[in-house]
Structures are given as structure tokens and as C-alpha cells.
């Protein structure tokens, strides 16, 4: 009962512009033929004012309307009863008005959704985008907290330094100092605490360049020692940079001069 009801309403609503052009047609009066014919004369000269018009709400709103509505008033031009001509063009151009104000409503819901998926996808982008910096610094600070992942390359530099021939110990005395590694006499460091756990992760050469790898086709130079025990940071002498050194008692400093260095291992037996 609910659904016909629904379509007599429908019905009735879309029957009212027949009925509005009926009653113009059938009363014929002369008052309401005027005004009707006015407004028609007034759209057919905004015609030409609006296609001359550049901006897009002329272009693709305005003029469309205002030229069909011309065309209904161009094609009933040859009705020579005046209340049929101007019933039919009210009931013609209420009808046209609702379509075009059909295509207007589905067009902004259109552009809503578009908007709407538009910014919904942006929101994801962005997200994924933070989530995937939240992950790559949870690597970094995972790495930081494991120094053996990714081959050493978070070690400092002063972690794993020392003389040639002796262990390497971290620690800053004798009672909370921990054997680390060692450098054996041809340079090569060791990581490890005996023959049995440790591995060879760098090695100082003839030139004092400290390289980090485990063989001559992996290894590259992170950094050097020169003859007066000072450890350098970087690849080359233009990039290298001053981070501790070893005294010549073998304790290792961390620093750039003796206001920042503290001691944070030694080299020695």
C-alpha cells in the first residue's frame, strides 16, 4: 500500500507541469499570454549575452539552460493559439528545469564522491607513509640496540680499535672493563671474546686506514689511525673527521679534544 502510494505522489508531482500548462491553455488570458511572452523575449536576449560570456559557470551552466529553453521557444512559434503556445512552453521549460536540475544534483554528487575518495586516499597515502618512517626508525633504533645487525656499520669507530698484536677491552678501569676483541699483528680485527665466537669484521693497513669487511672484495675504509694514535671518522681526507685516539698506554678515548674525550676502553693485554 506504501509503494503504490509512493507512486501516485510521484505521479501526481510529474503531472504538474501538464496540468499548470492546461490551465494557462484553457483560461487564454491575455494578461498572463503577456507576461509569459516578456520573460520568453528577455531569455531569447540573454541568449546572445551569456554565449559571449567566458567564464566556466556561463559556459557550462547558464548557456546550456538558457539555449534549450530558446529552442522551446523557437519550436513553439508556429502555435498560433496564444494559451497553448505559452502552456506548452511553461510546461516544456518546467520539465527541462527539472532535468537540468537532475544533472546538477548528480554531477555535485559526483564531484562529492570524487572529493571524498580523493581525501581518503591521501589520508591512506600519508598514513602508509608515516607508518613506513615509524618502521624504517624502529630498524634504526633496533640497530642501535643491536649492534651486530647490518654487518657493524652502527659500530663506532673507538669500539673496535687498538694496537696491533693486543685484545681490545671496554671499560672505563679495571672493574667493569670487558673484552671485546683484538687486533692480531698483521692489523686484522677481531670481534669476540675467544678463538672459538670471534670474527673478523675489520683491519687496519700499512697507510693506517681502518677498512670495515671481512675479506679484501667486500672491505671498504670507514676511517684511519694515524702514527700518533688519533682516530678519524670517514672515507677520505676531505671528509674525515677527528672522533678519539688511543694514548700511549693503550686507553682508548672518545672525543674531539681533551675537554669532550672520555675514556671508553683500552688495548692491551
Do not use: C
Request: charged letters at 25%.
Amino acid at each position: 500500500m506504501f509503494v503504490i502510494e509512493n507512486e501516485v505522489t510521484v505521479i501526481e508531482v510529474l503531472s504538474l507541469p501538464i496540468l499548470f500548462g492546461s490551465i494557462i491553455a484553457i483560461i487564454n488570458s491575455n494578461k498572463v499570454n503577456d507576461k509569459i511572452e516578456n520573460i520568453g523575449n528577455w531569455i531569447k536576449r540573454k541568449q546572445s549575452g551569456t554565449s559571449q560570456k567566458t567564464n566556466w559557470i556561463s559556459q557550462y551552466l547558464f548557456t546550456p539552460i538558457i539555449w534549450s529553453v530558446a529552442m522551446i521557444l523557437d519550436w513553439t512559434n508556429h502555435f498560433t493559439h496564444h494559451g497553448v503556445r505559452n502552456g506548452v512552453r511553461v510546461a516544456s521549460t518546467i520539465y527541462l528545469l527539472a532535468i537540468w536540475g537532475f544533472i546538477i544534483y548528480l554531477a555535485f554528487i559526483a564531484i562529492t564522491i570524487l572529493i571524498i575518495v580523493s581525501v581518503v586516499f591521501y589520508v591512506v597515502f600519508k598514513v602508509s607513509i608515516t607508518l613506513f618512517d615509524d618502521t624504517g626508525q624502529g630498524i634504526d633504533k633496533r640497530r642501535t640496540a643491536f649492534p651486530h645487525i647490518n654487518r657493524f656499520r652502527q659500530d663506532d669507530i673507538t669500539k673496535y680499535a687498538g694496537v696491533e698484536g693486543k685484545k681490545i677491552f671496554s671499560g672505563n678501569n679495571w672493574y667493569n672493563e670487558e673484552l671485546k676483541g683484538r687486533v692480531d699483528d698483521n692489523g686484522n680485527i677481531y670481534k669476540g671474546t675467544n678463538w672459538f665466537n670471534e670474527e673478523k669484521i675489520r683491519r687496519i693497513d700499512k697507510d693506517g686506514n681502518i677498512l670495515e669487511g671481512t675479506n679484501y672484495f667486500n672491505e671498504h675504509i670507514i676511517g684511519r689511525i694515524d702514527k700518533d694514535g688519533i682516530l678519524y671518522k670517514g672515507t677520505n681526507w676531505f671528509n674525515q673527521k677527528k672522533i678519539g685516539r688511543i694514548d700511549k698506554e693503550g686507553d682508548i678515548h672518545r672525543g674531539t679534544n681533551w675537554f669532550n674525550e672520555k675514556k671508553t676502553g683500552r688495548s692491551g693485554d
